[in-house]
């Protein structure tokens, strides 16, 4: 079964540092996201990416953050300035249309 | 503005007894819901979706839109069934959907 895949599954940044998480989709998909979940609270929605093009972005996605396909098969998430407030756990998602995600299995994201 | 609600953070049942994981959802719109379970740290999978109406290992859930609920059930717990069950709800934007998670429920299921 094809699968989205992320790297690193866990890193650990100093604060102010810029971290770049790493999703491969899967590969006919045509939509890809990006959520969120603090540990002990519940999965927040970050941003949705089409047509090489951000859809939709939550309050949470200011300017600190940016979205990008660099190559037609990555999809990544910079964080400019890291906050210890921006430790999570990140999830990309892609999906063939606009329902039924595919979750990647998470980056643990650490800042110090 | 949507919202997703689940009662309980952890629902401890017996092998082999009946299972209810509330959900309620407030939502204008017509509703698009899911339910997502995470096994111990892997990553979140699709349970099912109300669309479909199918039954996945076990579990169904069913639209009450008078309560506006989503709870899901399975008559007979099985220890592989502890796992993180998340209810959430989708919304189209644009071009793109948007889900909206509840806080998780965790399912223990002891012997």
């Known amino acids: 079964e094809p699968e989205v895949t992320q790297t690193p599954s866990h890193q650990v940044t100093q604060m102010g540092q810029e971290v770049i998480l790493r999703c491969v989709p899967i590969s006919n998909h045509l939509y890809f996201y990006w959520y969120r979940q603090i540990l002990g609270q519940k999965v927040e929605f970050l941003v949705s990416?089409?047509?090489?093009?951000?859809?939709?972005k939550s309050e949470i996605f200011d300017d600190q953050f940016s979205v990008e396909r660099p190559d037609g098969s990555n999809f990544t998430l910079k964080i400019r300035s890291t906050k210890l407030e921006d430790s999570a756990m990140y999830f990309c998602?892609?999906?063939?249309?606009?329902?039924?995600?595919?979750f990647g299995s998470g980056t643990r994201l650490t800042v110090v | 503005a949507q919202r997703v609600t689940q009662p309980e953070k952890l629902l401890s049942v017996f092998k082999g007894a009946p299972v209810e994981l509330k959900c309620n959802y407030s939502y204008s719109g017509s509703p698009e819901l899911f339910w997502y379970v995470q096994y111990s740290r892997q990553r979140l999978q699709l349970l099912l979706r109300?669309?479909s109406r199918e039954s996945i290992k076990g579990f169904t859930a069913d639209l009450n839109k008078g309560e506006t609920s989503f709870h899901l059930k399975k008559p007979f717990a099985q220890e592989e069934d502890s796992a993180m069950y998340y209810c959430a709800l989708s919304r189209t934007t644009g071009t793109a959907s948007k889900l909206t998670f509840g806080t998780g429920t965790r399912l223990q299921v002891t012997l």
């Open positions: 990416f089409y047509n090489n093009e951000i859809s939709e």
């Open positions: 998602a892609s999906s063939e249309y606009r329902y039924g995600y595919t």
């Open positions: 109300h669309i």
